[in-house]
Protein backbone atom coordinates (compact mmCIF):
# COMPACT_ATOMS: atom_id res chain seq x y z
CA UNK A 1 0.00 0.00 0.00
CA UNK A 2 2.82 1.90 0.55
CA UNK A 3 4.56 4.05 -2.24
CA UNK A 4 8.36 3.02 -2.86
CA UNK A 5 10.96 5.86 -2.26
CA UNK A 6 11.16 8.05 -5.42
CA UNK A 7 8.85 6.23 -7.29
CA UNK A 8 5.56 7.91 -8.56
CA UNK A 9 1.96 6.06 -8.61
CA UNK A 10 -0.72 6.21 -10.76
CA UNK A 11 -3.90 4.67 -9.49
CA UNK A 12 -6.46 3.94 -12.50
CA UNK A 13 -10.19 3.84 -10.82
CA UNK A 14 -12.61 2.35 -13.10
CA UNK A 15 -14.90 -0.33 -14.02
CA UNK A 16 -15.13 -2.95 -17.68
CA UNK A 17 -13.61 -0.41 -19.36
CA UNK A 18 -10.43 -0.37 -17.07
CA UNK A 19 -10.27 -3.82 -16.27
CA UNK A 20 -10.05 -4.45 -19.96
CA UNK A 21 -12.90 -6.76 -20.76
CA UNK A 22 -12.86 -8.69 -24.19
CA UNK A 23 -9.57 -8.41 -24.41
CA UNK A 24 -7.44 -11.39 -24.99
CA UNK A 25 -3.96 -10.40 -23.78
CA UNK A 26 -4.47 -8.14 -20.67
CA UNK A 27 -0.95 -6.30 -21.51
CA UNK A 28 -3.06 -5.21 -24.23
CA UNK A 29 -4.67 -3.05 -21.49
CA UNK A 30 -4.28 0.83 -21.24
CA UNK A 31 -3.20 0.73 -18.14
CA UNK A 32 -0.42 -2.35 -19.03
CA UNK A 33 0.72 -0.62 -22.14
CA UNK A 34 1.78 2.13 -19.50
CA UNK A 35 3.11 -0.11 -16.85
CA UNK A 36 5.55 -0.79 -19.74
CA UNK A 37 6.67 2.30 -21.11
CA UNK A 38 6.90 4.30 -17.29
CA UNK A 39 8.73 1.02 -15.55
CA UNK A 40 9.55 4.17 -12.97
CA UNK A 41 6.23 4.59 -11.86
CA UNK A 42 3.70 2.52 -10.12
CA UNK A 43 0.63 2.20 -11.86
CA UNK A 44 -2.05 0.27 -10.29
CA UNK A 45 -5.60 -0.44 -11.16
CA UNK A 46 -8.74 0.00 -8.74
CA UNK A 47 -11.68 -1.71 -10.90
CA UNK A 48 -14.33 -4.12 -11.48
CA UNK A 49 -16.91 -4.73 -14.41
CA UNK A 50 -19.84 -2.92 -13.42
CA UNK A 51 -18.88 -0.64 -10.69
CA UNK A 52 -20.62 2.53 -11.06
CA UNK A 53 -19.48 6.12 -8.91
CA UNK A 54 -20.63 5.14 -5.96
CA UNK A 55 -18.91 1.80 -5.85
CA UNK A 56 -16.00 2.87 -6.85
CA UNK A 57 -15.66 6.04 -4.13
CA UNK A 58 -16.55 3.01 -1.63
CA UNK A 59 -13.20 1.09 -3.03
CA UNK A 60 -10.81 4.35 -2.52
CA UNK A 61 -12.33 4.94 1.11
CA UNK A 62 -11.16 1.17 1.94
CA UNK A 63 -8.10 1.94 0.87
CA UNK A 64 -7.64 5.20 2.21
CA UNK A 65 -9.06 2.90 5.40
CA UNK A 66 -6.36 0.17 4.45
CA UNK A 67 -3.11 2.34 4.43
CA UNK A 68 -3.50 2.61 0.73
CA UNK A 69 -1.48 6.13 -0.57
CA UNK A 70 -2.80 8.06 -3.03
CA UNK A 71 -0.35 9.73 -5.88
CA UNK A 72 -1.96 10.50 -8.94
CA UNK A 73 -5.83 9.35 -9.14
CA UNK A 74 -7.22 8.71 -12.54
CA UNK A 75 -10.66 7.97 -12.50
CA UNK A 76 -11.35 6.44 -15.95
CA UNK A 77 -15.11 7.43 -16.26
CA UNK A 78 -17.64 6.05 -18.62
CA UNK A 79 -20.78 7.80 -19.50
CA UNK A 80 -22.79 4.52 -17.37
CA UNK A 81 -21.37 5.27 -14.46
CA UNK A 82 -24.26 7.18 -12.94
CA UNK A 83 -26.45 4.08 -14.34
CA UNK A 84 -27.38 3.12 -10.29
CA UNK A 85 -28.75 6.14 -9.76
CA UNK A 86 -31.37 5.28 -12.21
CA UNK A 87 -34.66 3.37 -10.51
CA UNK A 88 -35.48 1.73 -14.09
CA UNK A 89 -32.03 0.18 -14.62
CA UNK A 90 -31.45 -0.83 -11.08
CA UNK A 91 -34.75 -3.14 -11.55
CA UNK A 92 -33.39 -4.68 -14.19
CA UNK A 93 -30.10 -5.58 -12.68
CA UNK A 94 -32.18 -7.16 -10.02
CA UNK A 95 -34.55 -9.11 -12.25
CA UNK A 96 -31.31 -10.24 -13.99
CA UNK A 97 -29.49 -11.07 -10.89
CA UNK A 98 -32.63 -13.31 -10.40
CA UNK A 99 -32.78 -14.67 -13.58
CA UNK A 100 -29.01 -15.96 -13.21
CA UNK A 101 -29.92 -17.51 -9.93
CA UNK A 102 -33.08 -19.33 -11.66
CA UNK A 103 -30.99 -21.00 -15.18
CA UNK A 104 -31.56 -24.27 -15.67
CA UNK A 105 -29.24 -27.54 -16.05
CA UNK A 106 -28.66 -26.48 -19.98
CA UNK A 107 -28.20 -22.83 -19.51
CA UNK A 108 -25.48 -22.86 -16.18
CA UNK A 109 -23.51 -25.68 -18.27
CA UNK A 110 -23.69 -24.45 -21.95
CA UNK A 111 -22.06 -21.21 -22.90
CA UNK A 112 -24.15 -21.59 -26.53
CA UNK A 113 -27.51 -21.95 -24.22
CA UNK A 114 -26.33 -19.15 -22.54
CA UNK A 115 -25.49 -16.73 -25.08
CA UNK A 116 -28.76 -17.49 -26.71
CA UNK A 117 -30.87 -16.98 -23.58
CA UNK A 118 -29.39 -13.70 -22.85
CA UNK A 119 -29.89 -12.67 -26.66
CA UNK A 120 -33.28 -13.33 -26.68
CA UNK A 121 -33.70 -11.51 -23.26
CA UNK A 122 -32.05 -8.24 -24.69
CA UNK A 123 -34.17 -8.30 -27.50
CA UNK A 124 -37.39 -8.86 -25.36
CA UNK A 125 -36.64 -6.33 -22.47
CA UNK A 126 -37.50 -2.57 -23.52
CA UNK A 127 -35.10 -1.56 -21.02
CA UNK A 128 -32.05 -3.55 -22.16
CA UNK A 129 -32.99 -2.69 -25.75
CA UNK A 130 -33.04 1.01 -25.01
CA UNK A 131 -30.18 0.97 -22.44
CA UNK A 132 -28.02 3.50 -23.87
CA UNK A 133 -31.82 6.12 -24.42
CA UNK A 134 -31.62 5.76 -20.31
CA UNK A 135 -28.06 6.45 -20.00
CA UNK A 136 -28.40 9.53 -22.21
CA UNK A 137 -31.72 10.79 -20.15
CA UNK A 138 -29.58 10.53 -17.14
CA UNK A 139 -27.90 13.48 -17.82
CA UNK A 140 -30.74 15.69 -17.10
CA UNK A 141 -32.66 16.90 -13.84
CA UNK A 142 -31.89 15.29 -10.66
CA UNK A 143 -30.35 12.34 -11.56
CA UNK A 144 -27.36 14.16 -13.04
CA UNK A 145 -27.37 16.46 -9.54
CA UNK A 146 -26.76 13.70 -7.76
CA UNK A 147 -24.26 12.53 -9.91
CA UNK A 148 -22.34 15.55 -9.88
CA UNK A 149 -22.36 15.39 -5.96
CA UNK A 150 -20.82 11.57 -5.87
CA UNK A 151 -18.26 12.72 -8.40
CA UNK A 152 -17.16 16.16 -6.15
CA UNK A 153 -17.35 13.47 -3.20
CA UNK A 154 -14.47 11.36 -4.72
CA UNK A 155 -12.35 14.47 -5.64
CA UNK A 156 -13.11 14.86 -1.81
CA UNK A 157 -11.87 11.34 -0.96
CA UNK A 158 -8.74 11.66 -3.22
CA UNK A 159 -7.73 14.74 -1.67
CA UNK A 160 -7.94 14.43 2.19
CA UNK A 161 -5.87 10.87 1.51
CA UNK A 162 -3.47 12.93 0.23
CA UNK A 163 -3.95 12.76 -3.63
CA UNK A 164 -4.45 14.39 -7.35
CA UNK A 165 -7.20 13.76 -8.94
CA UNK A 166 -7.51 13.52 -12.65
CA UNK A 167 -10.31 11.91 -15.35
CA UNK A 168 -10.20 10.33 -18.47
CA UNK A 169 -13.55 10.07 -20.45
CA UNK A 170 -14.12 7.64 -22.77
CA UNK A 171 -16.92 7.88 -25.45
CA UNK A 172 -19.67 5.54 -25.97
CA UNK A 173 -17.53 3.40 -28.85
CA UNK A 174 -20.85 1.42 -30.26
CA UNK A 175 -21.87 5.26 -30.74
CA UNK A 176 -19.04 6.75 -32.86
CA UNK A 177 -19.37 8.91 -36.10
CA UNK A 178 -20.50 12.09 -37.77
CA UNK A 179 -23.59 11.93 -35.49
CA UNK A 180 -22.27 11.35 -32.03
CA UNK A 181 -25.65 11.74 -30.14
CA UNK A 182 -23.49 11.94 -26.60
CA UNK A 183 -21.73 15.09 -27.32
CA UNK A 184 -23.55 16.99 -24.91
CA UNK A 185 -23.06 14.55 -21.99
CA UNK A 186 -19.40 15.23 -22.56
CA UNK A 187 -19.60 18.78 -22.61
CA UNK A 188 -21.52 19.01 -19.44
CA UNK A 189 -18.74 16.83 -17.92
CA UNK A 190 -15.92 18.78 -19.15
CA UNK A 191 -17.45 22.07 -17.79
CA UNK A 192 -18.10 20.36 -14.63
CA UNK A 193 -14.44 18.99 -14.28
CA UNK A 194 -13.54 22.46 -14.96
CA UNK A 195 -15.64 23.96 -12.43
CA UNK A 196 -13.84 21.51 -10.11
CA UNK A 197 -10.05 22.07 -11.43
CA UNK A 198 -9.96 18.74 -12.01
CA UNK A 199 -7.40 17.98 -14.89
CA UNK A 200 -9.74 16.08 -17.77
CA UNK A 201 -8.51 14.08 -20.29
CA UNK A 202 -11.63 14.01 -23.21
CA UNK A 203 -11.18 10.58 -25.16
CA UNK A 204 -13.60 11.08 -27.73
CA UNK A 205 -11.45 13.02 -29.82
CA UNK A 206 -8.46 10.32 -30.37
CA UNK A 207 -11.35 8.13 -31.55
CA UNK A 208 -12.42 10.63 -33.99
CA UNK A 209 -12.99 9.17 -37.58
CA UNK A 210 -12.19 5.45 -36.82
CA UNK A 211 -15.16 3.03 -37.11
CA UNK A 212 -16.76 1.90 -34.15
CA UNK A 213 -16.05 -2.13 -35.78
CA UNK A 214 -12.59 -0.80 -35.99
CA UNK A 215 -12.48 -0.30 -31.84
CA UNK A 216 -14.94 -2.76 -30.06
CA UNK A 217 -14.40 -6.32 -29.10
CA UNK A 218 -17.23 -7.26 -31.20
CA UNK A 219 -20.44 -6.64 -32.77
CA UNK A 220 -22.31 -6.95 -29.82
CA UNK A 221 -19.87 -6.05 -27.16
CA UNK A 222 -19.10 -2.43 -27.48
CA UNK A 223 -16.08 -2.74 -24.65
CA UNK A 224 -12.67 -1.32 -26.54
CA UNK A 225 -11.00 -3.52 -27.95
CA UNK A 226 -6.91 -3.82 -28.20
CA UNK A 227 -6.70 -1.14 -30.93
CA UNK A 228 -8.92 0.86 -29.22
CA UNK A 229 -6.61 0.81 -25.54
CA UNK A 230 -3.82 1.46 -27.85
CA UNK A 231 -5.01 4.75 -28.73
CA UNK A 232 -6.24 5.12 -25.16
CA UNK A 233 -3.01 4.68 -23.61
CA UNK A 234 -0.91 7.04 -26.01
CA UNK A 235 -3.36 9.59 -25.04
CA UNK A 236 -3.21 8.96 -21.35
CA UNK A 237 0.66 9.39 -21.54
CA UNK A 238 0.87 12.53 -22.82
CA UNK A 239 -2.33 13.46 -20.46
CA UNK A 240 -0.22 12.29 -17.50
CA UNK A 241 3.48 12.93 -17.76
CA UNK A 242 3.00 16.73 -17.39
CA UNK A 243 0.68 16.21 -14.50
CA UNK A 244 3.37 14.30 -12.39
CA UNK A 245 5.91 16.76 -13.51
CA UNK A 246 3.92 18.82 -11.46
CA UNK A 247 4.91 17.85 -7.82
CA UNK A 248 7.16 15.24 -6.80
CA UNK A 249 7.87 12.75 -3.82
CA UNK A 250 9.63 13.50 -0.87
CA UNK A 251 11.28 10.81 0.55
CA UNK A 252 8.12 10.44 2.75
CA UNK A 253 6.37 9.81 -0.17
CA UNK A 254 4.19 12.49 0.24
CA UNK A 255 3.95 15.34 -2.49
CA UNK A 256 5.93 18.56 -2.53
CA UNK A 257 5.89 21.29 -5.53
CA UNK A 258 8.76 20.83 -7.73
CA UNK A 259 11.55 23.58 -7.29
CA UNK A 260 11.62 25.97 -9.75
Not at 6 to 33: K, Y
Not at 109 to 116: C, G, H, I, K, P
Not at 212 to 222: A, E, F, G, I, K
Request: include cysteine; charged fraction near 20%.
Amino acid sequence: PKIAPGRRRVTFVGDSFTTGHGIADMEDRFANRLRRAHPEWEVHLIAQNGLDTGEEIAAIRQGAANGYEFDLVVLVYCLNDLGDLMPEWSKVTAAIGGGVRNQGWLTRNSYFASVLGYRLEASRNPYMAKYFDFVKDGYRGEVWERQQARLREFQRVVEKGGGRLAVATFPFMHALGTNYEYQFVHDQLAEFWKQQNVPHLELLPAFRGLSPQSLTVNSRDPHPNAHANGIAANAMDEFIVPLLAEKQPTEQGNLSPVPK
